[in-house]
């Protein structure tokens, strides 16, 4: 089965800009994904090729001294060839590889194919919860609408509240710094 040409002129400004490892490794990365199911769409976001069937599956990223492959729901995968590096993502898994050796044709493709058959149900997410610290959490419960709102945050955004008031090196600061996101919660604003 022939591999699609480069159809998207920002995929193809990518790989132009690609010299040596990166543009081999990345060419090969293509080249898996398109083995594994010729029905892809190929995209470019957040500066990188996406690659989707009617959602996102997986990106390639090259960077100095390696080249990821990210699954954006590689956390339901199971790694049973040890591919995935560290990642404390809740829901993507990256491979990582610095040489074209480290390419291993038939892992790569059924990692693929198991990426692309994931049920929609398995990927919903859990909602995960910040520990608020103690005298945030009693003054939160003395304004209500502030803390309905800072409930309906993102969890990254409630975290960024946590960690501005948690980082004061000193009382009066982290006083103010209190008093501070009661007043930005009050106007809706989402972060410090």
């Not at 490892?21 to 090729?49: G, H, M, N, V």
């Not at 946590?162 to 919660?185: D, G, H, Y």
Request: net charge positive.
């Amino acid at each position: 089965m022939p591999i699609p040409s480069i159809q998207n002129e920002k995929v193809k400004v990518f790989f132009s800009k690609l010299t040596g490892f990166q543009l081999d490794a990345c060419l090969k990365f293509r080249e898996l994904i398109f083995k594994a199911d010729k029905d892809f769409t190929e995209e470019f976001k957040w500066s990188f090729p996406v690659y989707s069937k009617k959602e996102m599956v997986c990106a390639l990223g090259a960077f100095k001294n390696h080249v990821s492959f990210t699954f954006f729901n590689g956390a339901l995968i199971e790694d049973k060839y040890n591919l995935f590096a560290d990642c404390d993502a809740q829901s993507m898994r990256s491979i990582k590889i610095s040489t074209l050796k480290e390419i291993n044709d038939k892992q790569f493709i059924e990692y693929i194919k198991l990426a692309v058959n994931l049920k929609k149900e398995d990927v919903k997410k859990e909602k995960r919860t910040i520990e608020l610290p103690k005298d945030f959490k009693q003054l939160l419960k003395k304004h209500k609408t502030e803390e309905d709102f800072f409930n309906k945050l993102s969890y990254t955004h409630q975290k960024e509240y946590v960690r501005w008031i948690e980082s004061a090196k000193k009382e009066e600061t982290r006083l103010n710094r209190l008093t501070k996101a009661i007043s930005m919660l009050s106007e809706q604003v989402k972060h410090p």
